[in-house]
T-cell receptor, first 113, second 113 residues
Framework: EAAVTQSPRNKVAVTGGKVTLSCNQT?????MYWYRQDTGHGLRLIHYSYGAGSTEKGDIPDGYKASRPSQENFSLILELATPSQTSVYFC????????????FGKGTRLTVV | GDSVTQTEGPVTLSEGTSLTVNCSYETKQYPTLFWYVQYPGEGPQLLFKVPKANEKGSNRGFEATYNKEATSFHLQKASVQESDSAVYYCAQNYGSSGNKLIFGIGTLLSVKP
């Protein structure tokens, strides 16, 4: 069974602080994604990766960086967290190919105070 | 640009009644269309996908037909159950390689016994 694990599951951060959200997948998928989920906006793509060492900007990348050090791991980094980044963040993985399903983790609830 | 519009929730139904969640999409491409479902505390998971126009997808009693002329992909179920209570997302793939998903805002369905 596909497995995408996110850590931490909950995080409270202070404004201006650095936050790192981690994601690990055991599916051996090439593609990984970071989305944020907000009421009234659904899921929006922040960054994605096609493989180790690569990261690409999604639709809302401002204020976020990403890192893909290996096939299995994909991190989302908030260098200077702001209250507007309070949200639920989802990591996902998927095979290369245009019709393929993506598999989501359980999400990380981030609150920036 | 590419976009997905769906019924705004919340939608509250009684068990045994029928469900329709409207979804329309906008694109210059020929996308694959998806319905994802998200249960409380979980990440979204694929309900079904339809890669070709004029074809129908189905799973767990839910179904939707890819209508290219109307650019629609409405989700239907003849008789909902309490266990169907969840958030439903319509999505399409996009981008030069078709590896990214754009989601609608999600529709919260609550089914009362």
């Amino acid at each position: 069974e596909a497995a995408v694990t996110q850590s931490p599951r909950n995080k409270v951060a202070v404004t201006g602080g650095k936050v790192t959200l981690s994601c690990n997948q055991t599916n051996n998928h090439n593609n990984m994604y970071w989305y944020r989920q907000d009421t009234g906006h659904g899921l929006r793509l922040i960054h994605y990766s096609y493989g180790a060492g690569s990261t690409e900007k999604g639709d809302i990348p401002d204020g976020y960086k990403a890192s893909r050090p290996s096939q299995e791991n994909f991190s989302l980094i908030l260098e200077l967290a702001t209250p507007s980044q309070t949200s639920v963040y989802f990591c996902a993985s998927g095979d290369a190919g245009s019709n393929t399903e993506v598999f989501f983790g359980k999400g990380t609830r981030l609150t920036v105070v | 640009g590419d976009s997905v519009t769906q019924t705004e929730g919340p939608v509250t139904l009684s068990e045994g009644t029928s469900l329709t969640v409207n979804c329309s999409y906008e694109t210059k491409q020929y996308p694959t269309l998806f319905w994802y479902v998200q249960y409380p505390g979980e990440g979204p998971q694929l309900l079904f996908k339809v890669p070709k126009a004029n074809e129908k997808g189905s799973n767990r009693g839910f179904e939707a037909t890819y209508n290219k002329e109307a650019t629609s992909f409405h989700l239907q179920k003849a008789s909902v159950q309490e266990s169907d209570s969840a958030v439903y997302y319509c999505a399409q793939n996009y981008g030069s390689s078709g590896n990214k998903l754009i989601f609608g805002i999600g529709t919260l369905l609550s089914v009362k016994p």
